[in-house]
Structures are given as C-alpha cells and as structure tokens.
C-alpha cells in the first residue's frame, strides 16, 4: 500500500487554459483547463483516443494547439517550446533509446542532451534510484527487458531535476511488482517537489499513487475528482459511468 | 546547453558502436588505393609506350644526322626524311593529377608522329562519340569518390531523423530541451567529419602512391583543388540527405529517395548529357572523313599522275626510269597540300562540332553535382579533352613548322646537312599554370557549394515544420 503525498502545491507547475486541438472537423481536445501543481500527481484517465496523449504532447510543444495555451512554469509552451522542455521530462509508453549503448551511457547521453553537468557518479546515482541493478548498468541495451529500460528512463528523468514530468502510459506492459516498484518511484520524486501528469489506464495505480484523477472521453475532460475521495470501487463505478456517456 | 565536443564525442561513440561507419570508410579507403595504383599503371603505360616512340625517333634522327654527314642521298634528301623517313612525335605529357582521373585519356591520343605531310592525322572522331564519359570512365580515383562516395553517404544517413522518430528516441532527445536542428546538424556534421577527413588524408595518400608530384606547383594547387571539390560534392549528398529527411517518412522511402537520387544524379543525367551533346551536335561520320580523305587522296594522286606526265613530256630522256628523286618528293609536296587544303573545311566542321558537344557538356553539368564534379576532377587532371584540345593546336601548329622545315630546301632542290639535323624543330608542350587550374576550377567549385546552400537552406526550413509525432 502506497502513502499518497500531501497536497500543499498552489503554484501551477503544469497548466492548461482552454487548450484544444483539432485535425480538420476532428475534435482530439477539447477546451482543456488542467493544473498540476508542485508534488501533484494528477493522472489522466481515458479509453484509447480520448486525448490523454495529445495533451501531453501538446505540453511538450510536439503539436501546436489549435486554440488555448499550455504553460510550463509560466512558460507559454508554443511561444518557446525549448524553454519549456527544460523544465520538463518525459517518459513514453516505450522507452527504446539506443540499444547499441549501455544503460549507462544512454543516461550520459541524454543527459548531456538536456546541458546537465553530472559526473559518472552522481549518474549511477540515478539509475540506482531508479532501480536499475549495478551489474546492468554497463551491459548493452539491446538486451534489456521493458521495466529495465524504462528505469533507464526515469533516471533520465531524475537527472534532469525538472519542474515537471510527464508519463504516458508508464505501468503498460510491465508486471505487478515493476508497476509497484514504479509507482514507489513516482511518489518520491513528488515528495521531492516535481508536478507529475499521467496518462495511463491502470484505475488501480491511479487511486494509489494520484493527488487527483481526471477522467477524459471524446477529447473533453468530463470528471475531475480527489483521489483520497473515492475508494478503488467508486473510482471504478465513475470511471465506466462515463465511459458509456454520450458525447 | 551541451558542449559541441562533447555533442560530438557522444555521436562519434554512437556510430562507432553501429558499425556502419567504420566498415564503410575502410572499404572506401581500399578502393581508393586501388584506384590510384590502377590510374598510375595506366599513366604510365602510356607515358613509357610514348617515351619508347620519343627515344626511337631520336635514335633514328641521329642515325640520319650521321649518314647526312657522311653524305648519304638518303639523309640529305629534305623530300625523302620530310616525307618517308623522319617523324617528330609529339608528345602530351600527362598533367600532374592525370593518375587519379583517367577522363578520356584513354580515348584520345597522346601523341602525334609529325611529319612534313598534311595535318588530317589530327582527326579523331573518338571524342566525339563520348564527350563526357563519366558513364562509361576507367576504375581510377574520380570513380570511386563521384560513383561510390555517395553511397555510403547515403548508407550513414539515409535515416538521419526517420531512425530515430521509427524508435521513439527523437521525442525523448527533443525532450531534453535540444533544438531539432542542432541535434540533427550535429549528428550530420559527425558522419562528414566521420567520412570526409579520413578520405581526404587517404586521398593524399593515394596520390602520393600514385605518383601526383605534390611538391611542385602544379600538384600542389591541383591536389588542394581536388580535395575541396570532393568535399563540396560529398556536403551535396550529406545535404541532400538532410532535405529528404526534414519531411517525416519512413527511413525505408528515404532510402529509396536518395537511391533514386544517386541514379539521377550519376548515372541518368549523365547519359542525357552525352545523349544531348551528340544528337544536337553529332560527329562527323567515319564514313564521311574515310570517303573525304580518299576522294581528296585520289584527287591528288590524279594531279600527281599529270604532273609525272608533263615532266616525263619535258624529259624524254627519262621515259623508261623514274623521276629524280627532288621532282617526285616536290609532286608529293604538292599532293600533300591539295589533300590538306580538301580535308581543311572537315577539320574545321570537326573541331566546331567538338567545341559545340563541350559547350552542351559545359551548360549541362550543373544539372548534376555528378558532372559537375566529373568536370571539375577531369578538367584538373587534364583529362577532360580541354587539355588534349590545347595540344593538337599546339601539334598542329609545330606540323606547319617542321613541314616548312623540310619543304624549304625541298623547293628550291637543296639537301640537308649535320647541322640542319641540329637544328631539326622540337615540340614542347606548356604544362597547366596553377592560376589557370584555379580559374577553371571556380565555376563548378561555385556551383557546388550553391547547391550545398540551396540544399542546406531547403532543408532548415522544412525542418520548423517537422513533426515528431
């Protein structure tokens, strides 16, 4: 059982303002106003296709919205999507990175990728915070399993110390003592300050590890709720209530 | 923000690690040895068969020289040595870069045997039929860098963004807080210091092997002029690598694209070119200079047999025997100048239809950094037939001179003596002026690095737009 963090966050570390992004007459966000504040984990719940994954590429700069504003650390994201990504990380559903590079050297590189200054030590720090085993570090990532390298992935996360991170899908494909050791994770670095916004379909890991849950359908978000105020039950009963909503 | 260096150490390590590099860069360098040992033999199987012709006829020049002294009729004939005996060649040392581009060399001749009779010996309808022969060239150092260079080129770089955007590496290294464009160029600029500095130094190495005199003027300026036309064709396909990828597409249609490209570039456009040059601009017909060259042949001999019945008409005495020997040497001299004079508005047509082929060449290589580069390495070579044209004017030329040598004497019943021997004309044949190597070459230099720009800039542009997702 894991201990949900202490909600004391008023600056938005993360925010959206009637964000929205259509393709032609397709509607994929819809007038999304969302906060996430500093040690907030604020997961996103939705079916395939509900825009989970369109706004978290909107808050990196990947997609220019087609109305509304993403703001990282007051940072407007399409006015200058270098600075904002500075002040994130991010962690795909897969994380590949090169498998012709070690664990470590995947970290170095990335790393050196953001402008971080870590030496050798303070990186093997970071992937022993992440979980990442010793004797793996140095092996070639060609032969990692998924939870393997998605360690990989949060220790680029760690270096980076941004103010924000952003996890798509994070627990998919991983057994139940990864997802667990991953969630342990997670609320550690929001006891350490970052705003964390995950998109995921694991009602289970939300309840456990969210400050607060979103439930998204059709590209709206249609519930938004304190994860202390449901039960996994309750979570569940919303959750498939609006699921089957009209639009 | 990541140092360049250590930006470019993490990408050295990268690609060393992919192993792509490494095999394709010693493979290169290999051919490039190869090539250059190819292009030495063959330099200098030419330049030993023409030394051999050079020191035969100076053999043969001194064996007259003797006989004249000692008074030989054969030797002192200036109609017999003009005319039967004595030839000058020549000869077109080969340009200091020759080695490392064949060009058409081998096509053209290298050397004249002069003689006091008519210059339609400087016909060749060879040139013609291929003006530019980068389809059909030697295997020698401009094969390998304007054939194979771009190859691997396009093996180091066809998915220079599309690998990492099928892999998902590009959202998390965008992630970081790089700018596309620095952590593409800087990925780009790694594979062309990667691929052009170790070529470059192997190039030097290979002319070195090859024979290039890097020391003198010439070679200096030639080979520093080579090396920048190498590394501009290679930026062109580094570039045009960029534009391609600067769209999102699989790396498998990149691939394609840039195959097709290399076709275009290297093998088609190329073939158009030739194809262009000699359908607008055709070359006489052997049949044509073979039919000229007997009717004036035969015109002449008829004139000749005339001019044997009128002196046999004025020497009675001489009816049953041959003519003198200065007579018949002066209706040859006579014969040689009417068939001269006939062949002289085909050799006109042939050198206006070969300058014209050049000026399609000229006009049309731009169309492809291959010909341009083709040109630009041939031309400083001296292989690209501008060299070899420079030269036969040149022969042709000294064909008059040393034709009056002989002819002179020949009119007013002379004979020749151990002096005139010493004073037989010798051809010589200026070398390639640094300054006009560099003036030849700034035009397609130019143009090379315009492509590089308009490429370069086509590409950035299209990358603001590009879509990681």
């Known amino acids: ?247 | 923000m990541i140092s360049l260096s250590h930006a470019i150490r993490d990408e050295l390590r990268l690609l060393r690690r992919q192993g792509v590099a490494l095999g394709a860069l010693l493979g290169l360098i290999l051919l490039l040895v190869a090539a250059a040992l190819n292009g030495a033999a063959l330099t200098a199987q030419r330049a030993d068969a023409t030394a051999r012709i050079v020191a035969d006829a100076q053999l043969l020049a001194s064996a007259l020289a003797e006989q004249a002294a000692r008074g030989a009729p054969t030797a002192t004939s200036p109609g017999m040595v003009g005319y039967s005996l004595l030839s000058q060649p020549a000869v077109l040392t080969p340009a200091a870069l020759a080695p490392l581009a064949i060009g058409q060399a081998d096509l053209l001749p290298d050397f004249y045997a002069v003689t006091a009779r008519g210059s339609h010996q400087f016909m060749t309808a060879a040139v013609l039929d291929n003006p530019l022969r980068l389809a059909l060239g030697s295997f020698d150092v401009s094969f390998v860098l304007i054939w194979l260079v771009p190859l691997v080129i396009i093996a180091l770089s066809f998915d220079l963004i599309s690998g990492d955007r099928e892999r998902g590496i590009l959202t998390i290294a965008l992630s970081q807080g790089v700018r596309l464009r620095r952590f593409v160029l800087t990925k780009l600029a790694v594979r062309m210091l990667v691929l052009v500095l170790p070529l470059c130094l192997a190039l030097l190495i290979a002319a070195g092997i090859a024979g290039v005199p890097l020391a003198s003027g010439e070679g200096a300026v030639g080979m520093l002029l080579w090396l920048l036309g190498f590394v501009l064709y290679a930026a062109v396909w580094f570039a045009l690598a960029l534009f391609i990828n600067a769209v999102p597409r699989s790396s498998d249609r990149n691939a394609t694209l840039l195959a097709g490209a290399w076709l275009l570039f290297v093998v088609v456009l190329p073939s158009l070119t030739n194809l262009a040059a000699t359908t607008v601009f055709p070359a006489p017909s052997r049949v044509t200079l073979t039919t000229e060259l007997r009717e004036a042949t035969e015109a002449a001999d008829r004139a000749a047999a005339v001019a044997r019945a009128v002196y046999f008409f004025d020497h009675p005495d001489m009816q049953d025997g041959d003519m003198d020997q200065t007579a018949y040497y002066q209706s040859v001299a006579e014969s040689e100048q009417q068939i001269g004079a006939a062949m002289a508005p085909l050799l006109v047509a042939f050198d206006a239809q070969a300058a014209a082929q050049r000026r399609v060449v000229a006009a049309m290589q731009y169309l492809s950094p291959g010909t341009t580069t083709y040109q630009l390495l041939t031309g400083l070579a001296g292989s690209d037939g501008r060299r070899h044209v420079a030269f036969r004017q040149e022969a042709q030329r000294f064909q008059g001179g040393w034709s009056e040598f002989f002819s002179e004497p020949l009119a007013v019943g002379g004979t020749l003596t151990a002096e005139d021997y010493r004073q037989l004309p010798r051809f010589s044949f200026a070398g390639s002026r640094p300054s006009r190597l560099l003036g030849e070459a700034l035009l397609p230099l130019f143009a090379l690095a315009a492509m590089v720009g308009l490429l370069g800039f086509a590409a950035l542009r299209r990358l603001k737009e590009y879509s990681v997702v």
């Open chain 1, 1 to 247: 059982m894991s201990d949900s963090p202490s909600v004391t966050a008023p600056e938005k570390v993360l925010e959206a303002r009637q964000l929205t992004k259509s393709y032609g007459e397709v509607a994929a966000l819809r007038n999304l106003d969302l906060h996430v504040g500093r040690g907030e984990i604020y997961c996103l719940l939705g079916a395939n296709g509900a825009g989970k994954t369109t706004t978290i590429n909107l808050f990196l700069g990947f997609l220019q919205p087609t109305s509304g504003q993403a703001l990282v650390s007051g940072i407007d994201v399409q006015a200058d999507p270098t600075a904002a990504r500075h002040k994130l990380a991010y962690i795909p559903e897969t994380v590949t990175l090169y498998g012709e590079l070690s664990g470590f050297e995947n970290l170095e590189y990335f790393a050196r990728l953001s402008g971080q200054g870590h030496g050798p030590t303070e990186l093997r720090e970071c992937l022993d915070r992440a979980g990442l085993a010793r004797s793996a570090h140095d092996r070639p990532l060609k032969g990692f399993s998924k939870g393997m390298r998605q360690k990989v992935g949060v220790a680029i996360a760690i270096a980076k110390r941004a103010d924000a991170l952003l996890l798509d899908e994070p627990t998919s494909g991983l057994d139940p003592k990864a997802s667990n050791e991953f969630s342990e994770l997670i609320l550690s670095l929001a006891r350490d300050g970052a705003a964390i916004l995950m998109a995921t379909h694991d009602l289970f890991r939300a309840r456990e590890t969210g400050t607060r849950v979103g439930i998204m359908r059709g590209g709206l978000l249609r519930a938004e709720y304190a994860a202390q105020d449901l039960s996994h039950a309750d979570l569940e009963r919303v959750y498939l209530e609006q699921m089957q909503g009209s639009d």
